[in-house]
């Protein structure tokens, strides 16, 4: 069965079928979801999908766009949610350069990422890291709270990886996972292709990020777990293995990097 690392179903997206959509999973070859939060509201959504479904996971955490929502009110609502039984990390959390222009806004958002961080090594979770147009800053800051956190061996997942071949290697020697998406199927993911190429296939997990980032044939229209078998194969296709045990080490990959 294949694991979910990352999905948004309780997005509006899903409001019309999202009971339907959740019930088929298993037919669709789907075993675990981990449900991710991206701010205060869809954190506590994300518990209650959890609590609902057996399969389902949560994450909870903030997302570096959505950090306006945070205070110590906020961080200690996390701090909470974090100790609920189907948490298994904190995220998605990070830095976001690429909507966010402006030195006082991005210097915002490191302080959040550093507290949510701080806040993942105080409950002994992993983190679900979201990055983009800012690697450097990114692994500073994830450099920085390793140096801090020794103690720390399972750190969590760079999700939706974009960054260079280079940049995941030192990723990985830092313990993280790698997550990959609907965009390894992409005609113009030469960069995430020579990523996935290049890694070992003990370091990726499986992602869609739904409903964002659906996979080719299916680009454009709402993502959903069971668009997965498009990226699984497409990640076989690359690493010249086959699409069960692409599968099958994707899955134990997740399991370890969610304790589940
Ligand atoms: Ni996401």
Redesign the pocket.
């Known amino acids: 069965m294949i694991f979910e690392t990352?999905a948004?179903y309780e997005d509006k997206k899903f409001d019309e079928d999202r009971e339907e959509m959740i019930h088929s999973l298993r037919e669709d070859g789907i075993g675990t979801v981990v449900n991710?939060g991206?701010d205060l509201k869809t954190s506590e959504a994300s518990i209650a999908l959890a609590k609902k479904y057996p399969d389902v996971y949560a994450a909870v955490g903030v997302h570096p766009s959505d950090v306006d929502c945070l205070d110590e009110e906020g961080m200690n609502r996390l701090r909470q949610w974090a100790s609920e039984e189907k948490v298994v990390a904190i995220g998605?959390i990070g830095l976001d350069y690429y909507w966010d222009k402006e030195s006082d806004v991005q210097k915002n958002q490191r302080d959040w990422f550093r507290r949510q961080l701080l806040l993942a090594a105080e409950v002994d979770l992993p983190v679900i890291i979201?990055s983009r147009d800012a690697a450097e800053d990114t692994m500073k800051i994830l450099k920085e709270f390793q140096e801090s956190h020794r103690e720390i061996t399972q750190p969590g997942v760079i999700?939706c990886y974009s960054y260079s071949p280079e940049m995941a290697k030192e990723f990985i020697k830092m313990g993280y996972y790698i997550g990959v998406g609907g965009v390894v199927t992409f005609k113009n993911a030469k960069k995430l292709v020579e990523t996935v190429k290049t890694i070992p296939l003990s370091k990726i997990v499986v992602e869609t990020?739904c409903p964002y980032m659906a996979p080719e044939p299916h680009r454009g229209e709402r993502n959903a777990s069971r668009y997965l078998p498009y990226v699984i194969e497409k990640i076989g296709q690359i690493k010249e293995v086959s699409k069960e045990e692409v599968e099958q080490v994707t899955a134990e990959n997740a399991r370890k990097l969610y304790r589940l």
Do not use: G, L, M, T
């Open positions: 990352h948004h991710v991206s998605e979201h999700h990020d």
